[in-house]
């Protein structure tokens, strides 16, 4: 008994002649309908898409952007993904950009050297635009994205000049207010745990803390190198810290993780937590609020920022030499918790 012949071929793919020829149209007619700023009859563009989704045809974006000479791809470049704060952040991201009708390509540096590579890699693409994630990018990787036509947003860490697009919080009002805070309540021994180095959120956040408690009468919080923003150095900067004449009575770490590396550090040392020391974080990650970690920090204005940053995108696609703008959105609430309490003005 012979066999049935095994189906080789996939479905036939729908082609916009296909459309064409079932409506009776010409094909330019046809394909002038997925184009909204093209000239075509309302009623004749409303039968045409129609037709198109009852058939399952959707538009070549490859063969769309020869047209338009824009491909509605955004690049997305982030290398900091073990830091839970950026899941959350990709994953609405992406989300507002798609319902924005664009196409997100995501690339993962798996370091921060590797970022100039990523982006070389998505310029191929020929992506509209390219966001930058917490993720620092030499000059020359800029001005190769600049050179393809294809705008940076940095989003939540600046460029380090204010020659590109930038969404960020407003760091140093951020610091300001974990000093106004601790001052508040007691603290006179202050100290600022320091993340990357060249960040520009760890830089503006440790300014910010500073420079308000000094105002506050305070002498200038010393500052406890980690390193990274991540739990392993804040734990680390824990023990180090131990080892200093005197420990200060309150702490801001430049983020939540190294917040809560740094607390745990601590306890590991047999200190209490906020009995003997406070500890402030900023963020406002979900685990922050665990109860083994119940961990006062700043929130990060995440709505306005990505909302800031999906509108930006827009008009960038379609206006790619928009002069730069740097967006400073003021931070959330100041989220107390058990990892901190009131002291006496006595050392």
Avoid at 276 to 283: I, K, M
Wanted: with cysteine; glycine share 6%.
């Amino acid at each position: 008994m012979k066999r049935p012949e095994k189906q080789s071929l996939a479905k036939k793919r729908i082609t916009v002649k296909d459309v064409a020829r079932e409506l009776g149209m010409s094909v330019s007619t046809v394909s002038r309908a997925f184009y909204p700023d093209a000239v075509v009859a309302d009623a004749t563009r409303e039968v045409v898409l129609e037709k198109a989704r009852s058939m399952g045809y959707k538009p070549n974006p490859y063969a769309q952007s020869l047209i338009t000479k824009r491909t509605r791809i955004v690049g997305v470049v982030v290398a900091d993904l073990s830091n839970p704060f950026y899941p959350e952040v990709m994953t609405r991201l992406t989300a507002d950009l798609q319902r924005e009708g664009m196409n997100v390509m995501l690339v993962a540096a798996r370091e921060t050297g590797e970022v100039d590579a990523a982006v070389h890699v998505l310029l191929s693409y020929q992506p509209d635009l390219v966001v930058i994630v917490a993720a620092p990018m030499s000059t020359h990787a800029i001005a190769e994205c600049e050179n393809a036509g294809s705008p940076c947003i940095f989003f939540n860490r600046l460029a380090g000049a204010e020659s590109q697009h930038g969404v960020t919080c407003d760091n140093v009002l951020g610091g300001a207010m974990v000093a106004d805070y601790l001052a508040d309540l007691g603290h006179t021994r202050l100290a600022y745990v320091s993340a990357f180095p060249d960040a520009s959120t760890n830089v503006e956040r440790g300014r910010g803390f500073t420079d308000r408690a000094l105002a506050r009468g305070l002498s200038g919080p010393i500052v406890i190198e980690a390193g990274s923003f991540t739990y392993e150095a804040g734990f680390q900067a824990a023990l180090n810290a131990r080892k200093l004449e005197t420990l200060p009575d309150a702490v801001f770490c430049a983020n939540d993780i190294v917040g809560i590396g740094f607390a745990d550090g601590l306890r590991s040392t047999g200190l209490s937590i906020p009995a003997d020391l406070s500890v402030v974080g900023f963020d406002d990650v979900s685990m922050a609020a665990w109860p083994s970690h119940s961990l006062t920090t700043v929130q990060q204005p995440i709505d306005q920022m990505l909302a800031v940053t999906v509108d930006l995108a827009t008009k960038l696609s379609s206006s790619p030499r928009l002069p730069p703008q740097i967006h400073r959105i003021a931070p959330g609430a100041l989220v107390e918790r058990q990892s901190t309490r009131a002291r006496g003005y006595a050392s």
